[in-house]
C-alpha cells in the first residue's frame, strides 16, 4: 500500500503542478485606474492590479493599447456628470484595443483585430479586459493609435452636430467657439472636406498668431478671439462670408451670446458643453425678429439611440474614408505612461482652455 502511495505521489505533484499552470496561463495580471469615490481626479484614482480571467462565451478579452482623457471622464470622476457609475468603478470611455481572445459564440472578431469600445462608461483607463462583442468595433491595423484611440466621441460629435441641425449646401457657413478644443479642430477639417466655411473663436494667448495659422491649415476659413467677437465692427471683419446657419457652442455665457448674435435670420445654436460653467443667454430680439433656435448634443444619447442602427454605420465608414485620404487627421496631442496618470488628470483639467491638446495614455509605455 505504501509503496503504491509512493508511486502514485510523482503523478499527484505532476498533476497538481499542470493545474496551477493552466490556471495562471488563462489569468492576466492586469492594472486599471479606479476610483472608489468622487472627487478631483488626481486625488481620487488608484493604480490597482486586478485578474482578467477568460472570455466568456459572448466575450472578447482585449490589450487596450491607448485611451484618451476627455473633459466628460474628467466630469464622472468628479460626479458631475449624468452617468453616475457604481463605485468602485473604472475610469475612461473610449480607446483602442488589440484582440487576445474571443468567446466560443463571437463571430465578429478574432485574434489580432484592433477594436475600439463603442459603449459608453466601461472603464477604458486599463491594460486589459473582457468586453461583450457588440461593444467593440473593429478598425484597420494602419490607422495609429492616437486616431483609433479618439475615433468614438469627438469625431462623431462633430459629424453630427454639423449633419443633424441645419441642412448645410456648400459654401455656407458656421460658426464656434472653442476653436482649438478636439471636437473645433474636427469641425474645421470637415467643414473644409464637405466644401463649408467656418470661423473659429479661441480666448486670446501669447501664441495666438500661431494658433490661427494652424486651424486656418485645418480648415478654419476665418480665426477670432473673444476680443475681437465682441467688438462691434466684428461684422466688418467677416463681411466676405455669408452670416453662419449655425453656431457651435462648448463655452456657454458672454462668448455664446456673441455668436449666437451672428447668426442668420432661422439659424441654430448647438450646445454641447459648458466650459466657462455660465449659462447660456439669449437677447430676446434674436428670437423674435430672427427666429432663432437652440438645441443641445449630448453623443451618449445619441450613440445609444442609434446603436445597430445604418445611421451609425454610416457615419463611422465616412469618418475612417475621410481618415484614409488623409481629410481627417488626429487632434494635436501627448502619448502618456498610464503610471504618470496623477500629473497627467491635473493637466488635463485645462480650466482655462488654453492647453490646446488631448492627453492620451499609452497602455504600452
Same mark, same amino acid.
Given at each position: 500500500?505504501?509503496?503504491?502511495?509512493?508511486?502514485?505521489?510523482?503523478?499527484?505533484?505532476?498533476?497538481?503542478?499542470?493545474?496551477?499552470?493552466?490556471?495562471?496561463?488563462?489569468?492576466?495580471?492586469?492594472?486599471?485606474?479606479?476610483?472608489?469615490?468622487?472627487?478631483?481626479?488626481?486625488?481620487?484614482?488608484?493604480?490597482?492590479?486586478?485578474?482578467?480571467?477568460?472570455?466568456?462565451?459572448?466575450?472578447?478579452?482585449?490589450?487596450?493599447?491607448?485611451?484618451?482623457?476627455?473633459?466628460?471622464?474628467?466630469?464622472?470622476?468628479?460626479?458631475? &456628470?449624468?452617468?453616475?457609475?457604481?463605485?468602485?468603478?473604472?475610469?475612461?470611455?473610449?480607446?483602442?484595443?488589440?484582440?487576445?481572445?474571443?468567446?466560443?459564440?463571437?463571430?465578429?472578431?478574432?485574434?489580432?483585430?484592433?477594436?475600439?469600445?463603442?459603449?459608453?462608461?466601461?472603464?477604458?483607463?486599463?491594460?486589459?479586459?473582457?468586453?461583450?462583442?457588440?461593444?467593440?468595433?473593429?478598425?484597420?491595423?494602419?490607422?495609429?493609435?492616437?486616431?483609433?484611440?479618439?475615433?468614438?466621441?469627438?469625431?462623431?460629435?462633430?459629424?453630427?452636430?454639423?449633419?443633424?441641425?441645419?441642412?448645410?449646401?456648400?459654401?455656407?457657413?458656421?460658426?464656434?467657439?472653442?476653436?482649438?478644443?478636439?471636437?473645433?479642430?474636427?469641425?474645421?477639417?470637415?467643414?473644409?472636406?464637405?466644401?463649408?466655411?467656418?470661423?473659429?473663436?479661441?480666448?486670446?494667448?501669447?501664441?495666438?498668431?500661431?494658433?490661427?495659422?494652424?486651424?486656418?491649415?485645418?480648415?478654419?476659413?476665418?480665426?477670432?478671439?473673444?476680443?475681437?467677437?465682441?467688438?462691434?465692427?466684428?461684422?466688418?471683419?467677416?463681411?466676405?462670408?455669408?452670416?453662419?446657419?449655425?453656431?457651435?457652442?462648448?463655452?456657454?455665457?458672454?462668448?455664446?451670446?456673441?455668436?449666437?448674435?451672428?447668426?442668420?435670420?432661422?439659424?441654430?445654436?448647438?450646445?454641447?458643453?459648458?466650459?466657462?460653467?455660465?449659462?447660456?443667454?439669449?437677447?430676446?430680439?434674436?428670437?423674435?425678429?430672427?427666429?432663432?433656435?437652440?438645441?443641445?448634443?449630448?453623443?451618449?444619447?445619441?450613440?445609444?439611440?442609434?446603436?445597430?442602427?445604418?445611421?451609425?454605420?454610416?457615419?463611422?465608414?465616412?469618418?475612417?474614408?475621410?481618415?484614409?485620404?488623409?481629410?481627417?487627421?488626429?487632434?494635436?496631442?501627448?502619448?502618456?505612461?498610464?503610471?504618470? &496618470?496623477?500629473?497627467?488628470?491635473?493637466?488635463?483639467?485645462?480650466?482655462?482652455?488654453?492647453?490646446?491638446?488631448?492627453?492620451?495614455?499609452?497602455?504600452?509605455?
Amino acid at each position: 500500500m505504501l509503496t503504491q502511495l509512493h508511486r502514485l505521489t510523482p503523478l499527484i505533484l505532476r498533476r497538481t503542478a499542470d493545474l496551477a499552470q493552466h490556471h495562471s496561463s488563462s489569468t492576466i495580471c492586469a492594472q486599471s485606474l479606479q476610483y472608489c469615490e468622487y472627487g478631483e481626479p488626481g486625488d481620487v484614482l488608484q493604480l490597482v492590479e486586478v485578474s482578467v480571467g477568460e472570455p466568456k462565451a459572448n466575450e472578447v478579452l482585449v490589450q487596450m493599447l491607448a485611451a484618451p482623457i476627455n473633459p466628460s471622464d474628467i466630469n464622472t470622476i468628479q460626479g458631475k &456628470y449624468p452617468i453616475k457609475l457604481p463605485l468602485p468603478a473604472i475610469a475612461g470611455n473610449e480607446g483602442v484595443a488589440k484582440v487576445l481572445k474571443v468567446g466560443d459564440n463571437v463571430k465578429n472578431f478574432k485574434q489580432g483585430q484592433r477594436v475600439v469600445i463603442v459603449e459608453n462608461a466601461l472603464g477604458t483607463w486599463r491594460t486589459h479586459g473582457n468586453f461583450a462583442e457588440h461593444q467593440l468595433m473593429c478598425v484597420p491595423n494602419k490607422i495609429d493609435l492616437a486616431t483609433a484611440a479618439t475615433l468614438v466621441v469627438n469625431p462623431p460629435t462633430a459629424y453630427r452636430m454639423l449633419k443633424d441641425f441645419v441642412p448645410l449646401a456648400q459654401s455656407d457657413c458656421i460658426i464656434q467657439n472653442g476653436a482649438n478644443s478636439a471636437v473645433g479642430q474636427l469641425v474645421h477639417q470637415l467643414c473644409k472636406a464637405w466644401g463649408l466655411k467656418s470661423i473659429g473663436v479661441v480666448r486670446d494667448r501669447a501664441n495666438f498668431d500661431e494658433l490661427k495659422t494652424y486651424l486656418r491649415l485645418l480648415g478654419a476659413t476665418e480665426v477670432l478671439t473673444e476680443e475681437e467677437l465682441a467688438h462691434k465692427d466684428v461684422d466688418k471683419k467677416l463681411c466676405k462670408l455669408a452670416s453662419p446657419r449655425l453656431a457651435l457652442n462648448c463655452v456657454g455665457g458672454k462668448n455664446a451670446s456673441n455668436i449666437a448674435k451672428l447668426l442668420a435670420p432661422k439659424g441654430v445654436m448647438v450646445t454641447y458643453g459648458g466650459m466657462s460653467r455660465k449659462p447660456v443667454m439669449v437677447s430676446t430680439p434674436a428670437l423674435i425678429f430672427k427666429n432663432i433656435s437652440f438645441c443641445g448634443f449630448w453623443i451618449t444619447r445619441w450613440m445609444k439611440e442609434h446603436k445597430a442602427k445604418p445611421e451609425r454605420e454610416k457615419m463611422f465608414a465616412d469618418l475612417l474614408e475621410l481618415l484614409d485620404q488623409g481629410k481627417l487627421k488626429s487632434v494635436k496631442h501627448e502619448l502618456v505612461p498610464l503610471k504618470d &496618470y496623477k500629473v497627467t488628470v491635473t493637466a488635463a483639467l485645462d480650466i482655462k482652455g488654453l492647453v490646446g491638446k488631448k492627453y492620451i495614455f499609452d497602455m504600452q509605455c
